[in-house]
């Protein structure tokens, strides 16, 4: 059970890391920071530059690739969650920067705790293993 839990959590971070990054890149929803309309924006809104944006969001993508592929290959769970949970934790921190709203950080936040959550589950089943 616990390794289908973890299955979904992962498949879930994947999905929507992938759709934020590749399919609403430039569309406006209400979780942007700032008043930004599209993911360039959001990005000048906290002060970052263009190149950052790409950096962070090649990161993402990558991590959340990664993670897909881990349910097949548990050697990258780790690494992957790891890297997302502290992209998380800085986007958390960047809308807190500039007086956003709670509800604009709550998707990172649900992905911090799911990618941390899926950290605690694949600790458990490697110690299951090693029992």
Known sequence: MKALIKNFLMAVVSFTI???WLFRFNRNTIYRGGDASDMISEFAAYGLSTSVLYMVG?????????????????????PASYTISLMMLAAI???????????????????????LLIIYLDRMASTEVNS
């Open 58 to 78: 090649a990161i993402k993508v990558l991590a959340a690739v990664l993670l897909l592929v881990g349910i097949g290959y548990s050697k990258l769970v780790k």
């Open 93 to 115: 921190y960047f809308h807190f920067s500039i007086a956003d709203e709670w509800l604009k950080s709550l998707p990172a936040a649900l992905m911090l705790f799911s990618s």
């Open 18 to 20: 992938l759709n934020v």
